[in-house]
């Protein structure tokens, strides 16, 4: 399991080709659950990528992406109902702070914000070891 006190998992989403792309990206843990929250724009190759594949990979990685543990196997969810919304952000909020609401503030201020889309990743199995290329 990922722990709460990294702040970026690396979120490695398949494209149809079969190769895998991996983006670090903020995320939040729902309690002591193998459920985790991360938001992207609805416009995002991750999104597109996911709506194709909702089986990924997740691993602790630093800011830019190297990674930091073992990669866990997790299924995706483009998460669309406001209750589940409402606590991703939540969770963000708290776990990043003031650092967070400035990023929701600018987002809202160019009309990014209603733009956004929850992705909800589930571990799927305890541990299971990947390597990827890290660029």
Not at 3 to 14: F, R
Not at 100 to 126: A, E, H, P
Request: aromatic content about 14%; glycine content about 6%; charged content about 25%.
């Amino acid at each position: 399991m990922i722990s709460k006190n990294e702040n970026y998992i690396s979120l490695s989403t398949q494209k149809k080709d079969g190769t895998f792309i991996n983006t670090p990206v903020w995320f939040a843990q729902e309690g002591n659950l193998n459920n985790y929250y991360v938001y992207t724009l609805k416009s995002s190759g991750k999104v597109k990528r996911i709506r194709n594949f909702t089986s990924v990979k997740i691993a602790p990685c630093n800011f830019s992406g190297k990674i930091r543990g073992c990669w866990e196997n997790a299924k995706a969810e483009l998460i669309v109902e406001e209750e589940t919304i409402n606590l991703a952000y939540s969770l963000l909020r708290s776990k990043y702070g003031i650092i967070f609401k400035i990023g929701d503030f600018l987002s809202w201020v160019i009309g990014n914000y209603s733009k956004r889309q929850i992705i909800k990743l589930s571990i799927k199995t305890k541990k299971n070891v990947f390597q990827f290329n890290n660029k």
